[in-house]
């Protein structure tokens, strides 16, 4: 029930899926979800301490902000998710560590402050001594998707080092893995019907 919830939410947040705006939304991770500095994605917590990481997106496209969006989380530093929360303000679905979060904003589109960053959720943990890392991953069901504020799909990123200078990852006492986004190509809106037209 709950997987098809998921796939409900997302799907009437993404019509018309077919009109993609931007493909390069990024999603980064920041220790502390201040938009007024450089992002920190590196965090070196004593043992049994806790700390936050905070899940950004950044580059939006012409619908300008964010209805709702899919990932999850692969970790591999030894601790607890201690909570995951919403910031976007509407409902979420899943564990971002089990089978991927689906998070939406309600009834209201949410937008990037001035800095051009949007801080979508928090999520604490624990940490138990042992190094490693947080790494972005695409849910399960909806992948790499997020809807904009026209109500159109968008595909979201990871930040690598080469192409924007930081990783979008998290790393725990160590160094935060490098992201898979390209640099930033420039592109042409096109409707799904013309599209269409192209092969006709």
């Not at 490693?132 to 695409?138: A, D, E, K, Q």
């Amino acid at each position: 029930m709950r997987r098809f919830l998921i796939a409900v939410v997302v799907a009437a947040l993404a019509v018309p899926a077919f009109a993609i705006e931007n493909q390069n939304l990024t999603i980064f991770l920041d220790t502390d979800g201040d938009t007024s500095t450089e992002p920190v994605n590196e965090v070196c917590p004593p043992t049994n301490g806790t700390f936050d990481v905070f899940v950004c997106f950044g580059q939006f496209g012409d619908g300008g902000g964010m209805l709702g969006a899919a990932f999850g989380f692969e970790r591999t530093f030894t601790g607890y998710k201690l909570t995951q929360t919403n910031l976007l303000g509407g409902l979420d679905f899943g564990d971002v560590e089990v089978d991927g979060w689906a998070i939406t904003a309600g009834a209201n589109c949410q937008y990037p402050d001035a800095t051009g960053i949007l801080v979508a959720a928090q999520v604490s943990y624990l940490y138990l001594g042992v190094p490693g890392s947080i790494s972005v991953v695409p849910h399960p069901i909806d992948l790499n998707s997020a809807a904009d504020c026209l109500n159109e799909l968008d595909f979201w990123c990871v930040p690598s080092v080469n192409s924007h200078g930081l990783s979008g990852n998290f790393g725990v006492c160590t160094v935060a893995p490098d992201g898979n986004c390209e640099p930033t190509v420039p592109t042409e809106d096109r409707s799904w019907g013309s599209i269409k037209a192209l092969y006709h």
